[in-house]
Every structure is written in structure tokens, then in C-alpha cells.
């Protein structure tokens, strides 16, 4: 079946959403075939979102977690502070080659959001965000940031008024307007082809990555580590790695929230079962009886109650290995961050930070790890204030 990883993706979807998805392949597939998609692509990453972003050698970082070597793969330093606009970037690109001038997109902690506005401000689209209604009210900087970038910012009343209530919403708009309108997805996650289609725009942090790595050490890195919401910043950094499993482990960190045991967390791998979310068959946290179990997690860019599907199958065949860090965990990996290397990092990437002497526990100081740093922490200094208080 198409858009497969295993047993896991798919496009499990009423049919009145098959027409667009299908359009959306056919698109998807042509423009990458184009020469002409790729250099414009390459040149708005280079010249407008930063393109290639630095590898920094965090010596003192990894003196105080007792590893050989840990290189910082730069996404913090990316336009509007994240990884997310790779894909924003790519897919408002994609829009425009389709004839779409409306763009609809949904966001959580606002972050995707600041992202989609900011691409189709560049592209000249119509943006529409939809934002529930309480996550509107805890991320006010992020919907203002939105509106100045020319975005409607459309609140949600329904459900608990949060992420997932957000995407119904704008999946509904969606396959109403679906002729004048594409769908902004903001991770590796979805009905094929956006888990697809998303790994590869967000593969080149893995190309720029892998090279630099060469450039630094004279070999490839001995682990890759990244965070796992979705799951686009750490499927971007493995996808070039995965052939090379005789020398590169792969470690993705889920949020541990409160601790597995609690469950009062968002790790859809380490702590969730197989089941079918948001059209496409992975991990996912449900209860017996297959309602979406409600999460929890310091990062909001974590909080997702699913993880893409290929990340399902690198989990099930082995190739990657899944591991959570709670939310005190996180914090520690915020702070040791900043103190040792001048870096305030995003709360997902400080899970990953925070996994660090975790490996070298489990496999000892020789090694060099490349570790993917997602984001930027100015927008969590707020909660990082109230959790320290
Ligand atoms: C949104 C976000 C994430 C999580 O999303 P993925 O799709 O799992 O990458 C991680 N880091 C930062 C900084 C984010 O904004």
C-alpha cells in the first residue's frame, strides 16, 4: 500500500479527503522531479531562513556529561528560531506551484503557526491558523506574532480546546475549500504523503549534518540524538543516517512528562500502542478502548498524543532506538545547556540535552554524538521561570 513504512502509515481517511491527498501526491512528486522547485527551494533556505546552519563542537557541554565529543547541530539559529520553517518553507512553495492561494494550518504551542505565517507572508498566500482557544490564551507573544505576519488566527471552541481540536478544525476547512486551499501540516505526521514529503524538506539538516560531522571529526558521528514530538526535526536528521547502521546508532527522546508510570506524558513509543491518528497508522497513546488518551508534557512541541509513522517502524525494526525524559529532566538539560555552552535551548531539544549521560551510562565516554538542537528557549523562558520558582 501506498506511503508505507511496514506496517505502519498509510492513508486511513474518509473519502471525501482521497481527491486531495491524491493531488497533493501527484504535485508533490512532479515538483520534485523539477530542477527548477529544487533551486528555488535551495535558495530561500539559503537566503531567507540561513541556510546552512552552523555544527558546534559543545566541548565543555560534553567534558560535563563525560562524553568524547558532542557537535550541536545549529536549528536554534534558523529563521523564526526553529527547525519547522524547513517544511513551511517547502510546502508554501508547493502551494503556490499548485494554484493554492489560501493556506490553512493548524498550531499548538503557536510555533508552527509563527512558521506557516511567516513562509506565505514571503509567498504572498492567504493564511489562516487555527488555534484552540485555551492554547490561545497561554501563548499570546506567538498569536500576536502570527497577526503581524498578516495571518487570521481562527480560535477553536470545541473539544478541550487545544492541538487536536485545532487540526478537526482545520482538516474541515480543508475539504471544504479544497480547490482554492492547501493544508500546511507542521510535522512528519499525517495521511501520506506528508509523512514523506516532510522528512524529506526537513532532511537537510541530516545532509548539511552529516558533512559537517566528516568535515569535524573525519568520520561519521557514533550516535545521532534528537527529540521526538511529531517527529520532523529527529526524521530529518536520521534519514541520511539510516544506511550507515554499522557505525551511527539512532536515539530518539520522547517527553516523559511526569514519568511513564504516571501517565502523565506524550512518549507515543516508549508508552503508547499501534493504532490509527490523524489518518495514518503509528504509535499513538489511547485508552482500552481507543479514545486519545490526553498528554502531558513541560514542551508544548512535544505534546502530541502520536509520532510519525516511520518513526514507528525505525522503533519496531530496531534501526532507532526510543527513550523518554521527564519534565525535570528537561529542565536540567535547559540550564546545563545554557551554563556550559552559552546556548538557551528550546524545552524539546533540553529533552535530548538531558539524555546525554544517559548514553554514556549505557555506552560508555568514547563516543561522539550528534545531537539535533531543534530550537531557541526565548519562548519558554516564562514556564522555565514558573517550573524553577
Ligand atoms: C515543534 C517543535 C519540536 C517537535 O516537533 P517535531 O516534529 O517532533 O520535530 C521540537 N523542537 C522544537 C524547537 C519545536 O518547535
Keep these: 500500500m501506498k506511503g508505507r513504512f511496514g506496517e505502519f502509515g498509510g492513508q486511513y481517511l474518509p473519502e471525501t479527503l482521497m481527491p486531495a491527498v491524491a493531488e497533493l501526491e501527484a504535485a508533490y512528486v512532479e515538483a520534485r522531479a523539477d530542477p527548477s522547485f529544487e533551486r528555488e527551494l535551495g535558495g530561500l533556505l539559503r537566503d531567507w531562513v540561513g541556510r546552512p546552519t552552523p555544527l558546534t563542537d559543545a566541548s565543555r557541554l560534553a567534558a560535563a556529561v563525560g562524553l568524547r565529543r558532542v557537535l550541536l547541530k545549529r536549528e536554534d539559529l534558523a529563521h523564526t528560531g526553529a527547525h519547522k520553517i524547513n517544511s513551511a518553507v517547502g510546502q508554501a512553495l508547493l502551494a503556490k506551484r499548485m ?10 504551542a503557536g510555533q508552527h503557526g509563527v512558521a506557516s505565517a511567516a513562509a506565505c507572508a514571503l509567498l504572498g498566500l492567504e493564511c489562516i491558523v487555527y488555534m484552540g482557544t485555551e492554547d490561545m490564551r497561554r501563548q499570546e507573544p506567538n498569536v500576536f506574532r502570527m497577526k503581524l505576519l498578516g495571518a ?79 517527529g520532523s526535526n529527529a526524521i530529518g536528521i536520521f534519514a541520511v543516517f539510516i544506511p550507515d547502521s554499522a557505525t551511527t546508532r539512532l536515539r530518539g527522546v520522547e517527553a516523559g512528562g511526569k514519568g511513564i508510570a504516571t501517565g502523565e506524558h506524550a512518549a507515543s513509543i516508549v508508552g503508547g500502542s499501534v493504532g490509527v491518528l ?5 504509535m499513538i497513546l489511547q485508552t482500552d478502548d481507543g479514545q ?81 538542537l531543534s530550537g531557541r528557549g526565548d519562548k519558554d523562558l516564562e514556564t522555565v521561570m514558573g517550573a524553577l520558582a
Design 99 to 108: 494554484g493554492k492561494h489560501r493556506v490553512v494550518a493548524e498550531t499548538g
Design 152 to 230: 487570521e488566527v481562527r480560535g477553536v471552541e470545541s473539544g478541550t480546546k487545544t492541538l487536536k481540536d485545532a487540526v478537526n478544525e482545520a482538516i474541515r476547512d480543508w475539504v471544504t475549500n479544497v480547490r482554492s486551499t492547501y493544508y500546511l501540516l507542521g510535522s512528519a505526521i499525517g495521511p501520506h504523503p506528508y509523512p514523506t514529503m516532510v522528512r524529506d524538506f526537513q532532511s537537510v539538516i541530516g545532509r548539511e549534518a552529516r558533512g559537517q560531522s566528516l568535515s569535524l571529526l573525519g568520520k561519521l558521528p557514533d550516535m545521532v540524538v534528537a527529540c521526538v514530538g511529531g
Design 278 to 282: 490523524h489518518g495514518t497508522r503509528t
Design 292 to 372: 486519545i488518551r490526553g498528554t502531558h508534557s513541560i514542551s508544548a512541541g512535544l505534546d502530541y498524543p502520536g509520532v510519525g509513522p516511520e518513526h514507528a517502524q525505525l522503533a519496531q525494526s530496531g534501526r532507532a532506538e526510543y527513550v523518554a525524559r521527564t519534565d525535570a529532566e528537561a529542565l536540567e538539560g535547559f540550564t546545563l545547556l545554557s551554563r556550559t555552552e552559552g546556548i538557551i535551548p528550546a524545552l524539546e531539544p533540553a529533552h535530548a540535552i538531558a539524555d546525554l549521560t544517559h548514553i554514556r551510562e549505557a555506552y560508555g565516554a568514547e563516543l561522539d554524538v550528534l545531537v539535533c
